[in-house]
């Protein structure tokens, strides 16, 4: 029996269109826009001023903090100016203008493709230059990792968790990324142990892959402690905590952190980012991003800048289907539909996905029939149902009570829903409003 | 056979009645009958807006306020605050200004074009928790009426053609609950005016005027040019918006007509006597 987790999940069609597509290097943009709040935290201090040369490489803003995170340039150019730029919520936030001028790279930055396996350092150093190289999750949340490898005090991290399931459907960037840097990861794997203090690092990946995982299992023989262990289908199992219970069959606590269980949680494209970072001085400034939709002609997986704007990777992929409904940010499940095409691809940025007008509209909502199939699925075992009346009514006690906070907005009761309920709309806004009343009663 | 349940059950009543007399006077609470008293004086909406969670709260306030400074009930008004200052013998603070809810936002569906579709949820803060909304404007109204669904004494209305929510002056008490309900803070408590007539910036966009104008034909795009009209310093520029502080402003309504966009409102003026050339534009807007 395959290993998973127990509580709810969905198996939503997978449409990995671009599976098995080679990761192909997008052409440098004329322009890129570098946002400075690409991260979880704080947003990033600029350290350049308008008209400024700068190559690869080079530093654009310092992180502002503890939680916060280095940002450096993806392009060589002059910087046009420091303004605001709409991000993919559709809200405006600052950025960073560069015009791009040739592909000069900053001189610390080794650009061979040599791998590069052991090179003795302390957790301390590592820990270090993950975090000047600006490293943040790339599973789509992008939390800074520097800060994800401190442990609080008072907690031992017994065990890596490296998240390849992408459970999300039509993604398949991380799946690309495997097939072809394995070795890399692998080496990434072996330093965030060692930064982490850990013996075991388990790569959890969905069943769906298996080439991948036949693929990583062949080069994880070589590693002493490293696993790979194969996985059911089925969202959302690239959840950090269904992630743990489907590995190591711990649950973490509500309210806790994983590490409160011993694991600590990098995705698989992290854990590449952080061999660069370590082993060839690399900063983040370029992530594989996966272009895909129905009727896209060329659905593909592209190594991308950071900044570049996404009317770029739609046009590399074959353009802009005619009959476009919606243009989402992410996967199908938890991605954000944009306002438009100009927005920049960050950090977090895992896919692009162009829904067909007919699946990208919503049918209406009607009345609940009490079928209770979303408390069935849902993997935080927290009654949607109930916690959608709560927040319509503003019953935010009910909705504390009833732990709406442990919602991961993964979207499975409103897949789920036979009355097509916007349950995930209200339960994310409720437990924002439920954050903000904890938030200002500890103050 | 009937005397004894008579009996018995005389007993346990008689038994029973001492008992909850005792209780009743060992745990006796005292309530200031006065408290009764103010409370049927107001309006009963329980709205909050007083500051107090509801009219029995605000009540006992008043009475064990010693001076009654800084207590007023804006739903009613003077009015009410007299009567309550019969019943206390104290004196009540009356001299709060009427005030009103006002809707900085004149991004109608003509001068602010959809450039999505949102078909989510129908609640402002449900969308504006997810993204920025249906037009380029991030900080203006999305129109699904959060404020409408707030309001308890049927004050504020969406009007279908705009889009936006209107507020009717002889219904709304400056309550503030619309002002808590819209994610987007862009409904304000202003001073109500002699005659209802208040001059404001109907607009709540930062963006820069370029981005701005881009989005909504009637934002305010901080060109200042109010500023600079204004004799008594009422206008504040901030943030690239004009603000206009109501307690400085005079109603010299000199402001309105340099707006190039129509951005500043006026409400219940009489028509101008002498239209200069620019304001032509303007007054068709207003």
Known sequence: MLKTFHIGGIHPPENKLSAGQKITQLNLPKQVIIPLAQHIGAPASVTVRKGDEVKVGTLLAKANGYVS??????????????????????????????????????DYIDRSDTLIKDKLMTPQQIIDKIADAGIVGLGGAAFPTHVKLYPPPECWATVLIINAAECEPYLTSDHALMMEKGEEIMSGINLLMSATRVGEALIGIENNKQDAIRHMQQLAKEYRGIKVVPLKTKYPQGGEKQLIEALIHRQVKSGELPISVGAVVQN???????????????????????????????????????????????EAAGGLPANTGKIVSGGPMMGRGLTGTEIPVVKGTSGVLLLPEKDAKRKPARDCIRCAKCIDVCPMGINPTALMTATEFSNWEAAEQNHITDCIECGSCAYICPANRPLTDYLRMGKRKVMGIIKSRKA | MILIAVISLGVIGAISAIFLYAASKKFEVYEDPRIGLVQEALPGANCGACGYPGCAGFAAACVNSNTMDGLFCPVGGADTMSKVSVILGKEADGSAEPMLAVVRCNGTCKARPKINRYDGARNCSIASALYAGETGCSYGCFGFGDCVTACAFDAIRINPETGLPEVNDENCTSCGLCVKACPRNIIEIRRKGPKSRRIYVSCVNMDKGGTARKACDNACIGCGKCAKECAFGAITLEYNLAYIDYTKCRLCRKCAPVCPTGAIHETNFPPRKEIKAPATNDTNKI
């Not at chain 1, 009727?295 to 739609?314: E, H, K, M, W």
Request: aromatic letters at 8%; glycine letters at 8%; charged letters at 20%.
């Open chain 1, 268 to 314: 698989v494209g992290t854990a590449f980012a952080v061999y660069e970072a370590v082993m060839k001085r690399k900063p983040l400034i370029e992530r594989v991003v996966t272009v895909t939709g129905k009727d896209v002609a060329r659905p593909s997986n592209f190594l991308v800048r950071i900044g570049t704007p996404i009317s770029q990777l739609i």
């Open chain 1, 69 to 106: 995170a280095n940002i450096h340039s993806s392009v060589s150019g002059k910087i046009n100016k420091v303004d605001s730029a709409f991000d993919t919520s559709g809200y405006s936030h600052t950025a960073i203008y560069i015009d791009v001028e040739g592909d000069v790279w900053e």
